[in-house]
């Protein structure tokens, strides 16, 4: 059994940065692909960024590339999102997913456990 719990949304100006953290309870962290997805009002849930549980290689969705960074510290099982030029359709709750020895880390459907979110809202 992993918990997530996200932290570090807010209000932020267009233009302004937010970096989110998601602090995981629970053993082998480090054999999770970890993702962080956004659902606006209205909308599915969609992905935006992930990194792999082995050579921690790193995912992006087209609207997140060059903007957002996606980290990980396993020593502290932790996973970071550094969101920089936000937009206002950036605007959403963000969560964090694990997937265990994940692969497929843009499917919402394959992740095992989720955070219960971060609103983060991009005024212009």
């Known amino acids: 059994q992993v918990q997530l719990v996200e932290s570090g949304g807010g209000l932020v100006q267009a233009g302004g940065s937010l970096r989110l953290s998601c602090a995981a309870s629970g053993p082998t962290f480090s054999n999770y692909g970890m993702g962080w997805f956004r659902q606006a009002p209205g909308k599915e849930r969609e992905f935006v960024a992930a990194i792999n549980w082995v050579g921690g290689g790193t995912y992006y969705a087209d609207s997140a590339k060059g903007r957002f960074t996606i980290s990980r510290d396993n020593a502290r099982n932790a996973v970071y999102l550094q969101m920089n030029s936000l937009k206002p359709e950036d605007t959403a709750v963000y969560y964090c997913?694990?997937?265990?020895?994940?692969?497929?880390?843009?499917?919402?459907?394959?992740?095992?456990?989720w955070g219960q979110g971060t609103q983060v809202t991009v005024s212009s």
């Open positions: 997913g694990a997937d265990y020895f994940g692969l497929r880390l843009a499917e919402a459907a394959d992740y095992d456990y």
